[in-house]
């Protein structure tokens, strides 16, 4: 499975981007890890085929919405009231199992990263 990110760029303080991810095959949960300077890729959020309520990170509660088009297998993460600490490189991922996880190492499939940077 190949995944395509796309949707990143330059955003203000307080605006809005929105990313999307297409799979080339069907996955079971696919989700949104980001990596900033100098830190470990963290998990953003994730939704499953299978259905069940998406999870998030705590950051980013209330900010961004994980959604999915079924037909196109491909999800999207609505990013709202961006601020600078959402600099980063952002990552889509995908595993076969439907069962949601915030692990990294637990997803088989990378996108390449997608660049969002938010400037105060």
């Known amino acids: 499975v190949q995944l395509q990110a796309s949707g990143g760029g330059l955003v203000q303080a307080g605006g809005s981007l929105r990313l999307s991810c297409a799979a080339s095959?069907?996955?079971?949960?696919m989700g949104w890890f980001r990596q900033a300077p100098g830190k470990e890729r963290a998990f953003v959020a994730v939704i499953s085929w299978a259905g069940g309520s998406p999870v998030y990170a705590d950051s980013v509660k209330g900010r961004f919405t994980i959604s999915r088009e079924n037909a196109k297998n491909t999800v999207h993460l609505q990013m709202n009231n961006l601020n600078p600490e959402d600099t980063a490189v952002y990552y889509c991922a995908a595993r076969s199992a439907t069962v949601m996880t915030t692990t990294r190492r637990a997803y088989n499939y990378w996108g390449q990263g997608t660049q969002v940077t938010v400037s105060s």
């Open positions: 095959g069907r996955t079971g949960t």
